[in-house]
């Protein structure tokens, strides 16, 4: 087959590498992909983005298997656009993809089929959304409608704080037109985990947990970030709260979006809190997790241009309980750039990467890289790599991880030293 993949991040590394594995997997290009991409794809330039340029892309191509990365092309129409040439595409329609571009429309959607959320007020007004406030006892919870990198939920601890943020984002100074209508909603006190399951517009197929680590520093200190780190399956998993999630939010939710006539096909990403064992839904996307997904690749053993392949079709009920996973932990540490997650150096040099590749057991995930004029490795992003490791136990796996990421030579960059804490 000939697969095109689309995004540039370290989630798109991990999912390059475990397609290029596929015995189906003819040619694999990437667009635009990252200088770690290009060691498993061909990486075309066009921007994730551009939809009429990747859509044309792919029908001159003659690509059998479209697989989109990240939310933003989606949101922006990516999956209908290529759905609409007649190629098969893994990622959400535009109206689908609203589970995530749009929390109204989530949250709506949960009260409607009585899927377990936070109680929620949704708002244009400030008059309005302040007089709420004043009904809720704080923490008090307040997010833009709309896409904002994981940056557009404040946790107010008093009513005044937010009064500001709802006031900062309706006004569109904070996130502009993402935060022009807002949702206020009650803190949920819990552990969180992630939640993935893949669907095809019917079937669910279950695919796995994960535990994330949002703050930038060490013992969850510093602002939130996209992610610093995570360990795949979430240390509270088990077979009875797996049940509960797939049973009152999964289920219901696959089973809601095809009744509301917009079938979701493509990987769907719980945020879940779980309070006193109960699991409640935090927010839906419509994508894989980064860096969740390099470890669930990790610990992947089935074909996944197969999955995907029955995802975009359709038939993910034909290869629904094929799928294999390593009973193993996987831990990924991500490098950020020194600033990350505010304003961060970029073009800085990193060294020693292949000897660090070859020394250890450890996949050094690429996320926000390029090569400059002379080959060499330089940082672009916020968060730049993502080293990841397997083993039997979290203890193991983060030695391999770390033994791995210590060897790579970046002194503008810095990374956390204890990921995967919580589940010791
Ligand atoms: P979201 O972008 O909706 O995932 O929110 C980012 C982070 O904010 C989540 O991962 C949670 O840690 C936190 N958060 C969001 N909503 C709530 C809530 N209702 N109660 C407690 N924490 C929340
Ligand atoms: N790591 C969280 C996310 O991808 O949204």
């Known amino acids: 087959m000939k697969i095109l993949l689309v995004g540039s991040g370290g989630r798109e590394h991990a999912l390059a590498w475990k397609l290029a594995q596929s015995p189906s997997c003819e040619t694999l290009y990437c667009a635009p992909g990252n200088p770690g991409i290009e060691s498993v794809a061909t990486c075309v330039k066009i921007d994730a983005e551009d939809v009429e340029g990747l ?60 899927i377990p959320t936070a109680a929620y007020g949704r708002f244009t007004d400030f008059e309005k959304a302040a007089a709420f406030i004043e009904t809720r006892t704080p923490p008090i ?98 077979a009875e ?27 769907l990403f719980a945020g879940i809190m779980v309070v006193k064992g109960e699991p409640l839904l935090i927010e839906f996307n419509a994508r894989f997790g980064d860096p969740e997904c ?60 292949d000897e660090a590749a070859k020394a250890r057991d450890a996949i050094i995930f690429h996320a926000g890289t390029a090569r400059n004029e002379k080959g060499e490795i330089m940082s672009t992003g916020g968060r730049v790599l993502g080293i990841t490791a397997r083993g039997k136990t979290v203890e193991d796996a983060r030695k391999g991880a770390y033994a791995t990421a210590d060897m790579i030579e970046w002194p503008e960059g810095f990374y956390r030293r204890d990921i995967g804490a919580r589940a010791l």
């Open 294 to 353: 390099q470890t669930l690749m990790m610990r992947l053993q089935s074909d996944l241009v197969e999955i995907l392949n029955a995802g975009a079709r359709g038939h993910l009920a034909e290869i629904k309980d094929q799928v294999r996973w390593a009973p193993d932990i996987a831990l990924c540490v991500v490098m950020a750039a020194n600033g990350y997650p505010g304003t961060y150096v970029k073009n800085t040099p990193i060294q020693n990467l």
């Open 55 to 114: 859509t044309a892309f792919a029908v001159a191509n003659k690509i059998d298997l479209v697989v989109v990365g990240p939310e933003g092309p989606l949101v922006a129409g990516l999956a209908s656009s290529i759905a609409a040439a007649g190629i098969p595409v893994f990622g959400p329609s535009t109206m689908a993809a609203q589970l995530e571009g749009s929390k109204a429309f989530m949250k709506d959607l949960c009260a409607k089929y009585g």
């Open 141 to 238: 919870v307040v997010k833009t409608d709309g896409l904002a990198a994981g940056k557009g939920v404040l946790i107010c601890m008093t009513h005044k704080e937010a009064r500001e943020a709802a006031q900062g984002m309706l006004s569109g100074q904070s996130f502009g037109k993402s935060g022009t209508e807002i949702i206020i909603e009650q803190f949920l006190d819990g552990e969180e985990l992630s939640y993935f399951a893949l669907a095809d517009g019917k079937t669910v197929l279950p695919f796995g947990s994960a535990q994330d680590h949002k703050r930038a520093f060490d013992g969850d200190k510093g602002p939130n970030t996209g992610g610093m780190g995570a360990y795949s399956p979430a240390h509270m998993m088990n």
């Open 241 to 267: 709260l797996e049940d509960k999630i797939l049973a009152r939010i999964i289920t219901p939710t696959v089973e809601a979006m095809a009744r509301e006539g917009a079938p979701f096909t493509g990987v």
